[in-house]
């Protein structure tokens, strides 16, 4: 048995022991371990409360076979009745010399693990007040248990009460993350239904609409062209929170062929030039001369990237400003960029447009539309293919937003090291 100091100096000794445990569980044995050997008890456990129930539950336990305890994990040990409990109840140590002359020994507990209890010492588990629970040595080998038995068990409360507090934490983390999962999953399914059953009034009001434009007199082309826009609107919204949420779910899927980005541009191009002509925005591009700019990638998905950044681009824009659409050739890549002289975004906004439905003016004053999905839908497009997205900007000057889309996004990794090496 060792006296007074040499056992401070073991708590010391098993203190940085303890620091370098690789998790809970080692953390909690090693404690156990150390209060059984420097009590000198055949076994040691800490058990937690649970509030809901108010009960006693073994959280762990050193000294008993396997299936002792397996047998206890599944007991849990009443506030009245047991010495555990009465400490808990208390918030005071507890000496229990021979559990035979006391009346309320929680037996149960013997029964179910086979173990055989003489003497019990106890201790609250207290954490900036509160009883988190009670640490026990059991069996005292030799002498009685002592004040001083008590003092050590104590101390090694202090790193019990981390421990259970590590544990709630833990549980805390993974219910938290498991109800995160389960509200996603939920919104994924809303998003799915709502846009499919969205889409397909969409449709007839479109086709019918479009239809009507053409035989209708002249004179209402203004209001039918107003129900189309609009229309064609509502189309953009639902797909964007389509593509959004598929992205974020890890569901969209890239359809790889080769694609000419510069082919891709013009074509998208012609979508626009009316939208800028009506904001009187001069629209250009620099595709280079002599190159298709070959990339592989989903056209459609690429296609909604840099369609996106466009109509920023005129909805960002003052009129008579100016946007340009620029796209070459770099190691590796094919660059676009798309450049506009208008509003500009302040620099502490810089770092969050690309988050899910961030906007820089608040949405109940801004002018525009917009439900703040749009980079974000073009961030995730533009990764899927392993390429990069980043935006520069000048409050009063303008912004560039440009993209890395690799040449071919199956070596997208090994060429992401070497451009950003
Ligand atoms: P939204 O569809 O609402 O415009 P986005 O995700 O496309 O959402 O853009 C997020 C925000 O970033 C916009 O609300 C706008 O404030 C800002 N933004 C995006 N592009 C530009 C741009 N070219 N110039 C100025 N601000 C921009």
């Known amino acids: 048995m060792q006296n007074q100091s040499e056992r401070l100096q073991s708590l010391v000794e098993i203190n940085r022991q303890l620091s370098r445990a690789a998790n809970t569980t080692e953390y909690l044995n090693g404690i156990l371990v150390a209060a059984a050997d420097l009590t000198d008890s055949d076994g040691a456990a800490i058990l937690e409360y649970d509030e809901q129930a108010a009960l006693l539950r073994f959280l762990a336990l050193a000294g008993l076979d396997q299936k002792a305890l397996e047998a206890l994990e599944t007991v849990s040990v009443p506030l009245e009745g047991s010495v555990a409990g009465t400490a808990f109840a208390s918030a ?14 929680f037996k149960n507990a013997d029964e179910v693990s086979g173990f055989e209890t003489h003497s019990i010492l106890a201790v609250p588990i207290t954490f900036h007040g509160q009883v988190l629970g009670v640490f026990e040595v059991i069996n005292k080998s030799g002498p009685d248990y002592t ?59 479109l086709g019918h609409s479009t239809f009507l434009r053409e035989v209708i007199d002249e004179e209402h082309h203004a209001q039918m062209d107003t129900i189309i826009r609009n229309a064609m609107r509502l189309k953009e919204i639902i797909e964007n929170m389509t593509n959004a949420d598929n992205a974020q779910s890890g569901t969209a899927l890239v359809r790889r062929r080769s694609v000419s980005l510069k082919k891709l541009i013009q074509e998208l191009m ?19 001369d002599n190159d298709d700019l070959m990339v592989e990638g989903d056209t459609e998905k690429i296609g909604i990237a840099i369609s996106n950044l466009i109509k920023n681009a005129i909805a960002f824009t003052n009129e008579k400003g100016h946007i340009f659409v620029v796209a070459e050739r770099v190691p590796g890549y094919v660059k676009v960029s798309v450049i506009d002289d208008g509003i500009g975004i302040p620099p502490e906004s810089l770092s969050h447009i690309f988050e899910r439905f961030y906007q820089v003016e608040s949405h109940l004053t801004r002018k525009h539309g917009g439900m703040g999905l749009g980079l974000s839908v073009t961030k995730m497009m533009v990764e899927m293919h392993g390429g990069r997205i980043w935006a520069e900007s000048m409050v009063g000057k303008g912004s560039n937003f440009t993209m890395l889309l690799p040449l071919d996004s199956s070596q997208a ?6 451009f950003t090496a």
Do not use: W
Request: glycine share 4%; aromatic share 4%; charged share 30%.
């Open 413 to 418: 990794e090994a060429l992401g090291k070497v």
């Open 92 to 105: 005071k140590p507890l000496i229990v010399q021979d559990v035979r002359k006391i009346k309320y020994h």
């Open 147 to 205: 004040g001083d038995d008590a003092t050590i068990l104590e101390v090694l409360c202090v790193q019990a009460a981390v421990a259970i507090q590590n544990v709630r934490l833990q549980r805390l983390l993974t219910q938290t993350r498991e109800d995160a999962e389960r509200l996603n999953r939920m919104k994924s399914d809303f998003i799915a239904i709502t846009s499919h059953e969205l889409r397909t009034p969409l449709g007839l009001i």
């Open 270 to 288: 012609t979508t626009f030039v009316e939208d800028a002509k009506q904001k009187n925005i001069a629209l250009n591009t620099d595709l280079g």
